[in-house]
């Protein structure tokens, strides 16, 4: 079935560094995909999307690559700020519209 | 942009009572609604898809004379847990698409409302 896999957390990193959290899926048909982001306390929000493969989905300095050959949908930023802690979730959809299946999320804490 | 709300935001409830959630969209119709389970430090559990004018579509495992959903209008999905538990203690978390003309659309969430139950 439809599933994504999430690289497991915390992560912790120093204000400034390079950010990866991988992200893998197996979809059953030509999904798109997601990156959402929860800050403390907040409801879930997009962060970035990308909805056919070798798109690049990017928001706020985070930039997600669509690799159909890999299956994956990793999450990147060049230079973390403390206000990028947060819990990340990976996340499919295979039809518009349809409920999302979601990574299991990757808690980020940016220290000073 | 889009907004879905949540209401409660936060319950607190005896065991044994029945809690009604109510999830809208608040500026866009929405005939389908879903509706999320999340563990502390967990990801979010699909528990059903609420289908504005026909019975709510349970995924497998989850009780749905626990969980009862109603679909009243194109902007409200309520889910009702009924005879609470301890256990049932969560937060539960909805969400709507909006369909924006493109290939995709893009899920909209509510904040989730915090079932505690004693």
């Known amino acids: 079935g439809d599933s994504v896999t999430q690289m497991e957390g915390p992560v912790t990193l120093s204000e400034e560094a390079f950010l990866t959290i991988n992200c893998t899926y197996t979809?059953?048909?030509?999904?798109?995909l997601f990156w959402y982001v929860q800050y403390p306390g907040e409801g879930l929000q997009l962060l970035l999307k990308?909805?056919?493969?070798?798109d690049k989905g990017s928001n706020k300095g985070f930039e997600a690559t669509y690799r159909k050959e890999t299956t994956s949908f990793h999450l990147e930023k060049g230079s973390v700020q403390v206000s990028d802690s947060a819990v990340y979730f990976c996340?499919?959809?295979?039809?518009?519209?349809?409920?999302?299946?979601f990574g299991t999320g990757t808690s980020l804490t940016v220290i000073p | 942009g889009a907004v879905v709300s949540q209401h409660p935001s936060w319950v607190i409830c005896k065991s044994g009572t029945s809690v009604k959630i109510e999830c809208r969209s608040l500026?866009?119709?929405?005939?389908?609604m879903f509706w999320y389970r999340q563990f502390p430090k967990q990801s979010l559990m699909l528990m059903a898809t609420?289908?504005?004018?026909?019975?709510?579509?349970?995924e497998q495992g989850v009780e749905k004379d626990k969980f009862l959903i109603n679909h009243a209008s194109l902007t409200l999905s309520t889910l009702t847990v009924t005879s609470a538990h301890p256990e049932d203690s969560s937060f539960y978390i909805c969400?709507?698409?909006?369909?924006?003309?493109?290939?995709?659309?893009?899920?909209?969430f509510g904040p989730g409302t915090r079932l505690t139950v004693l």
């Open positions: 969400s709507a698409p909006r369909e924006q003309g493109l290939s995709t659309d893009t899920q909209y």
């Open positions: 979809a059953t048909g030509y999904p798109s």
């Open positions: 990308a909805t056919k493969a070798d």
């Open positions: 996340a499919l959809s295979v039809f518009t519209g349809n409920q999302f299946y």
């Open positions: 500026d866009f119709q929405a005939t389908t």
């Open positions: 609420s289908n504005e004018g026909s019975k709510a579509t349970y």
